[in-house]
């Protein structure tokens, strides 16, 4: 047994980790993943907030808020809605730190390209903010993406290249900046407000009513059915086959895929959040299919605490705290869960499971769709509440997961168990005779 | 004084790591600061350390982290699983502590 695990250990190295090392260390992957987390999530979070306490899950009390209800929605519509935006400057802060160049400008100058590119050229006191809301949010991801990498792919361009505007060296460093940064500034917003003029020059029709083409309901008529092909069961399938494939080999898969799939699963969760009924969004893996971590791996920590070996009793104490916080690298590193080709299938398998049965119970309608996003850390049963807006349904679907988890992940667990017990007897007996050599428990 | 940089996807994990190595450091009576930060945030940070580390679960990172801050002259390892795993701060100090050039070791004494 042990002989089999250590060679396919060597053949995952050989075979399966650089292909997806080098899709996870992609630069701009990892700038649109970092947009995301670090600038737009807490603006997300706070607004979804607004969202419950304006949408109440019980009568009486959406009685008593509906005639607050447009003003509660506000600071929702103005935080929430407005995620595009502050993912543009997200995107070009975070790609520029990447490529160690000066991050604020090109952030700052990537959100004024974005607002151009979403308004219609057309006397603007004349336009609704209402019509272009949904743009600026949900529906204009996709540009805000574009447009970040763009602005600071050319500002960097022109930083090293000889069309950028020079100062004697005694020109303080600041003032420098600025004027090297004026060229491409003025370029790229002609460059945006033409197109988007050119564009805007056509109509559309947006749910039954003529109006003025912009970049973004263009390129939604090109995302949309994107959009609809991500939120299917196959693609759920793919993508936590993809997170768990990645963890398996040791490599953070929720952060890689979220890379990819984010832009798809804020469409969808932004769709909800007006009424829509999408199911595979970001609350559908971190909070219904991660239970405990990564692998939904709670009922192995449980299992651990008791356990005949004493490498699983220190790893289960050490990973009791960190799992009722959803995180758990105590358990993907110390049992190991990566590189073992035993609990590997588990591993997998547990996830595809949970994901196989919640992807129907949302469709059926036996639980409400997830419409608020919180922080992974959440616990388990107060996440499933919150994130469906609070259906209780939520919750149970959780531990009905859990249970589902301890089923499959038990046999699994003894077989493991039972040569960790027989290495650390073999350990502890070749001690008692006094062998020389020094002995380590082996790690799959 | 050691100023040691802990590269990580978001943090989370390793602060617990960072805990027990501050207690480790209390314990053998060095100076130690840790940061963890992700993978866009550390690039500004690496002249500011002694040490780089790579927490295991971005190994995939581990050739451009390595080829950063050798070029900036830091030394720079991946943290073993297992001690990740179960947060044991002191077997990383040690690994810290291996990792670091003699002068330094002597100057962090002297402040």
């Known amino acids: 047994m042990s002989g089999i695990i250590e060679r396919s250990s060597d053949w995952f190295e050989r075979y399966l980790v650089p292909p997806l090392s080098t899709l996870a260390s992609n630069i701009y992957l990892q700038a649109v993943r970092d947009a995301f987390i ?48 502050f993912l543009a400057f997200g995107v070009a802060y975070s790609l520029a730190q ?36 949904p743009y600026l949010g949900g529906q204009g991801l996709l540009v805000a993406i574009l447009i970040g990498i763009m602005t600071t792919e050319v500002m960097r ?10 100062l004697p060296k005694s020109v303080p460093k600041n ?18 407000w033409g197109l988007e003029w050119f564009v805007s ?67 969808t969760l932004a769709s909800n959040a007006t009424g829509g009924h999408g199911i595979v969004t970001e609350p559908f893996f971190h909070i219904f299919a991660h239970l405990g971590g990564s692998g939904a791996t709670w009922p192995l920590v449980i299992y651990m605490l008791r356990s005949r070996s004493a490498q699983l009793r220190t790893v289960g104490k050490i990973a009791l705290g960190p799992a009722i916080f959803n995180i758990n690298e105590p358990v993907t590193f110390g049992v190991p869960m990566a590189l073992n080709p035993l609990m590997m299938i588990p ?9 196989t049965i919640n992807y129907f119970v949302f469709a059926v309608g036996l639980v409400h769709v997830p419409i608020v996003i919180q922080p992974f850390t959440v616990p388990l049963g107060i996440s499933g509440f919150v994130a469906t807006g609070g259906d209780i349904k939520g919750s149970l679907l959780q531990f009905f997961d859990l249970a589902v988890s301890a089923l499959i992940y038990y046999p699994f667990f003894r077989a493991w168990e039972r040569i960790l017990v027989a290495r650390e007897e073999d350990a502890s007996q070749r001690e008692a005779v006094e062998v020389p050599t020094p002995v380590k428990v082996e790690l799959g | 004084m050691i100023r040691v940089l802990i590269v990580c ?7 617990l790591l960072v805990d027990s190595m501050l207690a480790a450091a209390q314990e053998y009576q060095y100076e130690l600061i840790v940061e963890a930060l992700s993978a866009g ?36 390892a991946m943290i073993e699983p297992f001690h990740y795993a179960t947060m044991n701060g002191r077997a990383v100090l040690e690994q810290v502590l291996r990792l670091l050039p003699r002068n330094t070791q002597e100057g962090k004494t002297a402040t």
């Open chain 1, 347 to 355: 591993f997998v398998l547990v996830p595809v499971t949970i994901v």
């Open chain 2, 9 to 15: 996807s978001w943090g989370m994990s390793t602060s």
């Open chain 2, 41 to 76: 945030e550390y690039l500004e940070k690496v002249e500011a350390c002694d040490v780089v580390l790579i927490a295991p679960q971005i190994r995939h990172l581990r050739k451009s982290i390595e080829k950063l801050a050798s070029s900036v002259g830091k030394p720079v």
């Open chain 1, 157 to 166: 361009w022109f930083r090293g290249s000889r069309f950028t505007i020079r």
């Open chain 1, 38 to 85: 670090i600038f737009t999530l807490p603006l997300i979070i706070a607004g979804s907030l607004f969202l419950i306490v304006a949408n109440p899950p019980f009568p009486f009390l959406a009685d008593l808020v509906s005639p607050y209800q447009y003003a509660i929605l506000v600071p929702f519509q103005l935080s929430f809605g407005l995620m595009a935006l």
């Open chain 1, 201 to 267: 020059s056509h109509t559309a029709s947006v749910d039954g009513k003529d109006v003025q083409l912009t970049l973004p309901i263009l390129l939604m008529q090109v995302f949309k059915p994107l959009v609809a092909v991500q939120d299917s069961y196959p693609a759920a399938l793919a993508e936590i086959v993809l997170m768990m494939l990645l963890w398996s080999v040791g490599i953070h898969g929720m952060n890689i895929v979220t890379a990819i799939a984010a832009p798809f699963w804020f469409t």
């Open chain 1, 175 to 192: 003032v420098t900046r600025a004027f090297e940064a004026l060229i491409p500034t003025f370029l790229l917003l002609l460059l945006v």
């Open chain 1, 98 to 133: 990447y490529r160690r160049t000066e991050p604020v400008q090109p952030g700052v100058l990537a959100m004024v390209l974005f607002l151009v590119a979403s308004v219609p050229v057309t006397d603007l006191t004349t336009l609704r903010i209402g019509d272009i809301l």
